[in-house]
């Protein structure tokens, strides 16, 4: 490990390495777009943006979606139009490099129905709790002043990554920290969670090529939310006392995404 990152810990690097599962880049060459897509409509698109939504609590049939974009079956648009703003989103990234300005315009894809326009696709000016369903803080993310400075570094570790070679477990290693340390910056109002899953695979796509894009990561986080949510908590309750070294439940779930 030659690079110097300013954010990402590489401690966990060689366990990780020494524990992943050497058939899982054979089931990564396996994989294939479905038959459902055709020129205007990605199946495996709609599996990112419907399972990603749905994790944020989104009430949405995945059926549904797909008679949706595939067939032009209409709903109210209050049932479909945040998915395909995702939607849009993964679209934009399958065609364009992921830097700073690429990842604040699928934010303000991502939020054109959440937030207020002053707010979308930029870092956040107040503090952020993340709150459970009973009023409990859950997690005391990065204070504003804070949030910019974190994410230029991992702004910076992005692309010095980008630009260097990696084994295709190294990939996935830095990918999953990509996602794990976005979500504890927090650097958004809202849409922190769609956005982070979308670099995850983004940055994936970026190193490993278009495979990355059939890879039902986000349907994976979804069907284990609990567990995902488990492990992001593991590392502490304020941002200041993140424990990384506790990271490698998170790590371990990207991986078997590759087994669905």
């Given at each position: 490990m030659k690079v110097q990152l300013r954010i990402i810990p590489t401690d966990l690097l060689k366990e990780y390495i020494f524990n992943f599962n050497t058939d899982l880049k054979s089931k990564f060459e396996g994989l294939i777009d479905s038959e459902l897509s055709v020129d205007n409509f990605s199946f495996y698109t709609s599996v990112s943006a419907v399972f990603s939504s749905k994790i944020e609590g989104e009430e949405i049939e995945f059926d549904s979606f797909v008679k949706h974009k595939r067939f032009g079956i209409e709903y109210q648009p209050d049932y479909t139009r945040k998915i395909d703003d995702l939607y849009g989103a993964y679209s934009y990234a399958q065609k364009n490099p992921l830097t700073e300005k690429s990842i604040q315009n699928i934010h303000t894809q991502i939020t054109a129905h959440?937030?207020?326009?002053?707010?979308?696709?930029?870092?956040?000016?107040?503090?952020?709790?993340?709150?459970?369903?009973?009023?409990?803080?859950?997690?005391?993310?990065?204070?504003?002043?804070?949030?910019?400075?974190?994410?230029?570094?991992?702004?910076?570790?992005?692309?010095?990554?980008?630009?260097?070679?990696?084994?295709?477990?190294?990939?996935?290693?830095?990918?999953?920290?990509?996602?794990?340390?976005?979500?504890?910056?927090?650097?958004?109002?809202?849409?922190?969670?769609?956005?982070?899953?979308?670099?995850?695979?983004?940055f994936l796509a970026q190193k490993l090529g278009v495979k990355v894009w059939y890879l039902q990561s986000e349907k994976n986080y979804y069907e284990n939310h609990q567990a995902y949510y488990k492990s992001i908590r593991k590392l502490g309750l304020e941002y200041d006392e993140l424990d990384y070294s506790e990271s490698s439940t998170f790590l371990s779930m990207l991986p078997n995404a590759l087994n669905i």
């Amino acid at each position: 490990m030659k690079v110097q990152l300013r954010i990402i810990p590489t401690d966990l690097l060689k366990e990780y390495i020494f524990n992943f599962n050497t058939d899982l880049k054979s089931k990564f060459e396996g994989l294939i777009d479905s038959e459902l897509s055709v020129d205007n409509f990605s199946f495996y698109t709609s599996v990112s943006a419907v399972f990603s939504s749905k994790i944020e609590g989104e009430e949405i049939e995945f059926d549904s979606f797909v008679k949706h974009k595939r067939f032009g079956i209409e709903y109210q648009p209050d049932y479909t139009r945040k998915i395909d703003d995702l939607y849009g989103a993964y679209s934009y990234a399958q065609k364009n490099p992921l830097t700073e300005k690429s990842i604040q315009n699928i934010h303000t894809q991502i939020t054109a129905h959440i937030l207020p326009k002053t707010q979308q696709g930029k870092i956040r000016q107040s503090n952020m709790f993340v709150i459970t369903n009973d009023g409990k803080i859950e997690y005391v993310a990065a204070l504003p002043e804070k949030a910019k400075e974190e994410m230029e570094k991992l702004y910076f570790d992005i692309q010095l990554l980008l630009k260097s070679e990696f084994s295709f477990e190294e990939i996935f290693f830095f990918a999953s920290f990509i996602h794990l340390i976005f979500v504890k910056i927090h650097p958004f109002n809202d849409g922190n969670g769609r956005t982070a899953r979308l670099i995850e695979k983004w940055f994936l796509a970026q190193k490993l090529g278009v495979k990355v894009w059939y890879l039902q990561s986000e349907k994976n986080y979804y069907e284990n939310h609990q567990a995902y949510y488990k492990s992001i908590r593991k590392l502490g309750l304020e941002y200041d006392e993140l424990d990384y070294s506790e990271s490698s439940t998170f790590l371990s779930m990207l991986p078997n995404a590759l087994n669905i």
